[in-house]
């Protein structure tokens, strides 16, 4: 019977988040926040808990937020994705956080980060990165995770090396650019989370990348709603 009403409010859930595809994020974090309570929101975070492409993504509230708060949160991130966009050599897109809010992903390409094999970063790398930086700064109540992949060209050990030394790098970088340290994490996944086929040539490269999650912090929660209250 537990597995049963688990699949039912999964599909719920889901049908909330994926049933609106014309709808702006805004309007998708309203839907998000507006669903049933506590127990959707333990399912919500239960079920992208068990992803592993974003089991990391925000910290865990533990209760349900608003209707009212998650539309305000999506709006930012809807305003902040739209500049980040124009940044070079990244692809940006709005993911959902292990809170059902909605966070902004930024997937910037290994080639353009960094050498082959290398984990120091070259000068368009460290442009695009200051731009980034520079961006945030309006919107200093988020989260920043950093995580850093390779294809599954050499041994395990290499390129979870390769990985971290990447996404630390990544780290450093944007603390040297005015982000608060203790906003960010950042950490290797090796080649365990391929999005394409390390059997090709184009299928490594797409896999050699960094990826940047903006996830809304625990006072940025707060703040939407205390304003959606008013």
Do not use: W
């Amino acid at each position: 019977m537990k597995q049963i009403i688990s699949a039912f409010l999964a599909a719920v859930l889901l049908f909330s988040i994926s049933g609106c595809g014309t709808m702006n994020q805004t309007g998708k974090g309203s839907l998000i926040g507006g669903g049933s309570g506590a127990v959707l929101g333990a399912v919500a975070g239960a079920l992208i808990g068990n992803d592993a492409k974003s089991a990391a993504i925000g910290a865990a509230i533990g209760t349900a937020i608003g209707g009212g708060a998650g539309a305000l949160i999506g709006n930012k991130m809807d305003k902040k994705a739209e500049e980040l966009a124009a940044l070079q050599g990244a692809q940006v897109e709005t993911v959902t956080d292990i809170n059902g809010l909605e966070a902004i992903k930024v997937t910037f390409e290994s080639g353009i980060l960094f050498p082959t094999n290398g984990t120091a970063l070259n000068n368009n790398s460290k442009k695009a990165l200051a731009e980034f930086a520079s961006q945030m700064k309006d919107l200093p109540e988020t989260d920043i995770t950093i995580y850093g992949h390779t294809d599954n060209t050499g041994s395990e050990a290499v390129n979870e090396r390769i990985s971290n030394q990447r996404a630390a790098a990544v780290q450093t970088y944007l603390a040297q650019n005015g982000i608060d340290n203790q906003r960010i994490k950042a950490e290797g996944k090796s080649f365990t989370m391929p999005v394409a086929d390390n059997a090709t040539a184009e299928g490594r490269a797409q896999n050699r990348r960094v990826e940047i999650y903006i996830t809304a912090n625990e006072n940025m929660i707060k703040e939407a709603e205390a304003e959606a209250r008013q």
